[in-house]
Structure formats: C-alpha cells, structure tokens
T-cell receptor
C-alpha cells in the first residue's frame, strides 16, 4: 500500500522566517496531495492541496510544490506568524470521488517563536 | 454552512465492550471517511462510505464496521474493544463529484478504553 514519509518531525522558526516541510510517497498512482493543519484538541483543517497534473500552487503565504518523478511534495510557509504554530500533516490520495483512500504522513510540529 | 459534526465528544469504555460513534457530513457532501488518530501520530484511514456502501478500507480488522444512512450521515462501530483502540476517531466528509478529493474533518471523538 501507499507509504508517506514526512520530515522534519519538529521545526522551530523565528517569527517572519520561512518554514519548509517535505514529504515523499511511494505509490505512483497517488493523484491528490492535501496538507492539513491540526491545532490542539481540534480536527485537521485543510489548508492547501495540489493535484498530480500541477507542479506548484500558492495561496497567500502558503505554497505547495509537487515533483511526480521523484515522488516528492513540499509545503512552504513564508513570513511565519505565531498563529502558524500547530502540527502539519501531508497526505497522498489514491482514487477519486467516493472511492478514495488517503494516507497521512506522521506530522510536523511547527513552533513559531515570537 | 454547518461543518462536519461528531458525537459524542468523549467516551470511556471497558475492554471487550462495543461502541458506536456518529458523524454528520458537511452540508452538500455525500461521502464519509473515518480515521483513527493515536496520540502523536497521523490519522490512519479506516474506511470510506459512499452511496451507503463501504467503498475503500484500510488495514483495520473486521471489529471495525460502519454504516451510512440515506441522509449521508454515518456511524462507526467497534466491537470487542481493546486497550489499543484508545484514540481520537475522526470523520471526514467530501463530495464524490468535482472538485474531487477535498476532505473536511470534524473535531473527533476521543475514545478511552480501560
């Protein structure tokens, strides 16, 4: 089955700096790659996603890149703020519609130091 | 616009008992997925329901079963509870039609097995 590896497991940055989280996946059939932010005591919140036919996507301070050949995808957060502190998960999805199977990475705990 | 809701919020059960968790999807969504999240880990896919049928399943034993109702809400049932079943159980809803793949999570049900 699909395997998603995520690095680093913890990341501390100064407010205003950039943060980068990297993931790799194993199954070339994966076609959708969402990123989630999870705050303490809450469910994961979808923050950005990318599909296999796109190489890069940006939404304000957040961007995601996908290298299908290398089976790598990354999350970039610029101008980090204290409210960005949370656990971030990458995921890889196979299938579509009502026939979708999603595999999550192990998470990155991001701490933004004011 | 109501998001994904889950009940109950917390639950304490004894080993060997059975439990039922409930989920109402985001308005307009027709597909429900269930995940188990152990402390400090990423969510693990249990199964996905679409058109009242289980369409995809992760590596979970038959003790884990589910149901989807005509109004798209869903239940997760776990029989013969083990101590290792203690976790946060997350429900996510999505739309089988385009844009495909975007899953939105509820706040979860914290299950403790003693």
């Amino acid at each position: 089955g699909e395997n998603v590896e995520q690095h680093p497991s913890t990341l501390s940055v100064q407010e205003g700096d950039s943060a980068v989280i990297k993931c790799t996946y194993s199954d070339s059939a994966s076609n959708y790659f969402p990123w989630y932010k999870q705050e303490l005591g809450k469910g994961p919140q979808l923050i950005i996603d990318i599909r296999s036919n796109v190489g890069e996507k940006k939404d304000q301070r957040i961007a995601v890149t996908l290298n299908k050949t290398a089976k790598h995808f990354s999350l970039h957060i610029t101008e980090t703020q204290p409210e960005d502190s949370a656990v971030y998960f990458c995921a890889a999805s196979i299938g579509s519609g009502g026939y979708q199977k999603v595999t999550f990475g192990t998470g990155t705990k991001l701490q933004v130091i004011p | 616009d109501a998001g994904v809701t889950q009940s109950p919020t917390h639950l304490i059960k004894t080993r060997g008992q059975q439990v039922t968790l409930r989920c109402s999807p985001k308005s307009g969504h027709d597909t429900v997925s269930w995940y188990q999240q152990a402390l400090g880990q990423g969510p693990q896919f249990i199964f996905q329901y679409y058109e009242e049928e289980e369409r995809q399943r992760g590596n979970f034993p038959d003790r884990f079963s589910g149901h989807q109702f005509p109004n798209y809400s869903s239940e997760l049932n776990v029989n013969a509870l083990l101590l290792g079943d203690s976790a946060l159980y997350l429900c996510a809803s999505s739309l089988a039609g385009p844009p495909r793949g975007e899953q939105y999570f509820g706040p979860g049900t914290r299950l403790t097995v003693t």
